[in-house]
């Protein structure tokens, strides 16, 4: 059997400087305050169980975070809502600003871009997070676009000019078709491709193996999203594409013995579950 793991499989930088934070605050915490992580850090359950043993508690509403008089609120990878961190300052809590640089670069732009007047695009999830955190720095005019049916729907005075940013963990040719298909619709736009590299990367390699091998099998949490547009990005490529949280979730009895099995994961999922994939395909 012949087994290949995408290079790009794993954490990217943002999740590992996101989970490196937290565990800083764990280790240098002296004055013994209580920390919380604004939303689970990352979206995977292993490591936000592991957090949360060495004494992390994941709030996750705004009602939540308001109820706190004291500690340290560390703010996820994928970033949150000016109010959120407003609120942060007001009650005195310690920020500790875990947001992804490149989630950050897309605030800047859309507050930049809002005070130019324009309408603020993001293609994405309107339930992810991130999408919400976006929304939330991007001004009263603003429309989160998902999918076809959206972009066809989407109509704005024609004198209104239009940016459009992306969910960093987009599928980049979804993107490009959302924007052709607004595009058309003869606004006065600018398209900023704000997927992160680590995204591209991560995508363009897995549909490459995916393409040929005979079994696929993506390794990410429930919840996220890039891992979750990696199965649909190989399961076009590969109808054998399998996704698993753990080593747990999977069914060797759909690879044969001669079978040439991809393995890619998504950007939070740990190098150590990856690896144990690796470790039981091989041996079966
Ligand atoms: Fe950041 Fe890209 Fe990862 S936006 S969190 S480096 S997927």
């Known amino acids: 059997m012949k087994v290949v793991v995408a290079e790009s499989a794993g954490f990217c930088f943002g ?31 292993q490591v936000v169980k592991d957090i949360e043993e060495k004494g992390v508690t994941v709030i ?4 939540e975070l308001k109820e706190i008089k004291d500690g340290i609120i560390i703010i996820r990878a994928h970033g949150a809502t000016k109010e959120v961190f407003d609120i942060i300052q007001q009650q005195q809590l310690t920020l500790v600003d875990a947001t992804c640089p490149f989630v950050k670069k897309i605030y800047q732009i859309v507050q930049e871009e809002q005070k130019k007047g324009k309408h603020i695009i993001i293609t994405g999830d309107a339930s992810h997070p991130e999408v919400q955190g976006i929304r939330g720095w991007s001004g009263d005019e603003v429309t989160i676009i998902g999918d076809e049916k959206d972009a066809l729907q989407f109509a704005l005075r024609k004198d209104k000019p239009v940016c459009i940013v992306s969910q960093t963990t987009f599928n980049y040719n979804k993107f490009k078709y959302l924007v052709e298909i607004i595009s058309k619709k003869g606004y006065d736009i600018n398209v900023l491709d704000t997927i992160c590299n680590a995204t591209h990367q991560r995508q363009a390699e897995a549909k490459k193996i995916a393409s040929k091998v005979d079994v696929m099998i993506v390794i990410g949490g429930r919840h ?6 990696l199965y649909e990005i190989c399961k076009n490529e590969c109808n054998n594409t399998y996704y698993i949280q753990t080593l747990d979730d999977l069914d060797l009895s759909n690879i044969k013995e001669d079978s040439y099995v991809g393995i890619t994961a998504g950007a939070s999922t740990p190098n150590n579950i990856i690896e144990e994939v690796h470790t039981n395909v091989r041996k079966f």
């Open 15 to 45: 999740v590992k400087r996101a989970v490196e934070k937290v565990y800083e605050q764990i280790q240098n915490n002296t004055a013994h305050k209580k920390i919380y992580t604004y939303g689970p850090i990352i979206h995977n359950e």
């Open 60 to 63: 996750n509403s705004i009602d």
């Open 224 to 229: 996220s999203s890039n891992t979750q547009k």
